[in-house]
Nanobody
Framework: QKQLVESGGGLVQPGGSLTLSCVAS????????MGWYRQAPGKQRELVAS???????TYANSVKGRFTISRDNAMKLVYLQMNGLKPEDTAVYYC???????????WGQGTQVTVSS
């Protein structure tokens, strides 16, 4: 069964840090582009960061220099290290995978990140 499970969300003060994790099962992980998206209340879901099968990374302009995406193919994990968090980073963060051979894509259930003093 294909599954993505996120963890690591929570409440943090402005300027703080969090690391999100996403563990995959039921997929050929090394064949998947992995991404982190977020959706704030009343807003559309947006791409935060992605990492290709070759470990090339892309970031939204709003998080460049603050967030780092990485992957561990052996453990089927993808991480999002978030530093310098701002209140506008508050959202539900979703893990996404895209199989580059089949183009099959699916989502995790999301994890809430709240940045507030």
């Amino acid at each position: 069964q294909k599954q993505l499970v996120e963890s690591g969300g929570g409440l943090v003060q402005p300027g703080g840090s969090l690391t999100l994790s996403c563990v995959a099962s039921g997929i050929i992980f090394s064949r998947n582009v992995m991404g982190w998206y977020r959706q704030a209340p009343g807003k559309q879901r947006e791409l935060v960061a992605s990492i290709s099968t070759g470990h090339n990374t892309t970031y939204a302009n709003s998080v460049k220099g603050r967030f780092t995406i990485s992957r561990d193919n052996a453990m089927k994990l993808v991480y999002l290290q978030m530093n310098g968090l701002k209140p506008e980073d508050t959202a539900v963060y979703y893990c996404n995978s895209l199989d580059i051979a089949s183009m099959y894509t699916f989502w995790g259930q999301g994890t809430q990140v709240t940045v507030s003093s």
